[in-house]
């Protein structure tokens, strides 16, 4: 299923925040604390490519670092790792925006675009326990290990059917024909979305990406789409219920657990928003990782042809530690003052934990800079830590090893078809994620036929 930002993701950890994202082109003066002299641009086109010099830059000298926000927001932040495990499960940073500091106009910078507008602002990745802890048990029943074991069976039936219309041709945009649609069909099925109705999630989910670098109001107004569907699904799902989440979340509110239609609404929208897009960068991030370091994708290639699972689990989590969906962890706000990382955080600012950063501390992982498929002592901060920790992993790694596993079963000899130089990072502030990847392969003679107009 955000799937996630690493916070409470229902399928991999939280969504992108539209609200701070690049802006259309590189800004005259990129963003940078005026507390530390030389520190890198941050936040500009060509630090989206590859980050990672410039985060190396921050843990070295300025590990807790203060800077200003593409949306003009100053925030805190967390790149050490050490830091952002105490960070992410620091119940004195709280989720809810309410506790930023900042004038009632400028809160907006840093949610959702337009769930506010929506009544949609109640769900797990804007408030704190115990409600945090009421709507998340309600949630957590759909991603038991049982309950996504059951399902892996769907998921490699529309990773084959997805792959089976483009196999034939010898060329593919992975993000757009494998990485996007797969988990957006994915939690449209868990959440209970009829098949006639889910290629309009997929056309809203699409305005929300590709709206990531721009003006909120394509996303604002896919929100409000999506608001009065699922108000109207809300509604049909309470005269026919059926086994799927969103009926659950109906039948808790009929049996006492007091989930308002609004919080219905809110979890499973920021279920389909914040649960598809973390997978999307897990496939397309992953898939890129092992085309660029062409021994480990020897590697993997050769343990799956002899049958075994080991590496493919293992490297799913290297893969998420190496380059993983998400960059930042979604807002946090401190309640009260705090000291992170030998900087005094006051009440109301914002802070943000910067994953990417923290799952390449060399005082975490040795020789962080390498991708090493076989890494054993791998605890990543990819889905989070604490009570926020990503509610979707378990689905969101289903997915992303079914995608890679049956790409390089199927596709042996896949192969970029673009010069890595001619790629581009879609803008944002929290995810991490190709605009397209461009593939070439052998073609499948014997691809199963297709009808590329029926719902997957």
């Not at 009632?104 to 408030?127: D, F, Q, V, W, Y």
Request: net charge negative; glycine share 8%.
């Amino acid at each position: 299923m955000n799937h996630s930002p690493a916070d409470d993701h229902p399928a991999t950890p939280s969504t992108d925040d539209p609200s701070a994202t690049l802006p259309a082109d590189p800004p005259a003066e990129p963003a940078t604390c005026p507390a530390a002299a030389g520190a890198p641009a941050l936040f500009t086109w060509e630090f989206a490519t590859d980050p990672y010099p410039a985060y190396a830059w921050l843990r070295e000298h300025s590990p807790v670092h203060r800077t200003e926000l593409p949306s003009g927001v100053e925030a805190w932040l967390v790149t050490r790792y050490e830091d952002a495990r105490q960070a992410l499960a620091d119940s004195r940073l709280s989720k809810n925006p309410a506790h930023h500091a900042e004038p009632a106009h400028a809160k907006g910078k840093t949610g959702i675009p337009g769930e506010r507008k929506a009544e949609l602002m109640t769900h797990l990745l804007n408030i704190d326990p115990p409600d945090h802890t009421r709507l998340r048990r309600l949630v957590s029943k759909a991603f038991t290990p049982r309950r996504v074991a059951e399902f892996a069976p769907r998921v490699q039936e529309l990773t084959d059917r997805l792959i089976d219309r483009f196999a034939e041709s010898g060329e593919a945009d992975l993000i757009h024909d494998l990485a996007f649609p797969l988990p957006i069909y994915a939690i449209c099925d868990l959440l209970g979305v009829p098949p006639e109705d889910q290629d309009d999630f997929r056309d809203w989910a699409g305005m929300m990406i590709r709206h990531g670098g721009g003006p909120r109001g394509g996303v604002a107004r896919s929100v409000k789409k999506m608001r009065g569907y699922l108000a109207e699904l809300i509604h049909r799902k309470r005269e026919e219920p059926g086994d799927d989440l969103i009926s659950g979340l109906i039948r808790a509110s009929d049996h006492g657990e007091h989930l308002t239609e609004n919080e219905a609404a809110a979890m499973a929208f920021i279920l389909l928003f914040a649960g598809f897009e973390t997978t999307v960068n897990l496939i397309g991030n992953g898939v890129y990782a092992l085309l660029r370091n062409p021994g480990e994708r020897e590697r993997l290639q050769r343990s799956l042809d002899a049958g075994e699972e080991e590496l493919l689990e293992t490297g799913i989590e290297e893969l998420l530690r190496y380059d993983g969906p998400v960059e930042l962890a979604t807002w946090r706000f401190a309640t009260e003052p705090l000291t992170l990382g030998g900087e005094s955080i006051e009440a109301g600012d914002p802070v943000l934990v910067v994953l990417a950063a923290a799952d390449r501390d060399p005082d975490r992982f040795p020789d962080p800079d390498t991708l090493d498929l076989a890494r054993r002592d791998n605890q990543h901060l990819g889905y989070g830590h604490g009570i926020h920790y990503c509610l979707g992993a378990p689905l969101a790694r289903l997915e992303g090893r079914t995608a890679l596993a049956t790409l390089l079963n199927r596709l042996p000899d896949l192969r970029l078809a673009v010069e890595p130089t001619d790629l581009r990072w879609r803008g944002g502030l929290i995810m991490r994620g190709l605009r397209t990847l461009p593939v070439q392969f052998t073609p499948e003679r014997t691809a199963p036929a297709a009808d590329a107009t029926s719902t997957l």
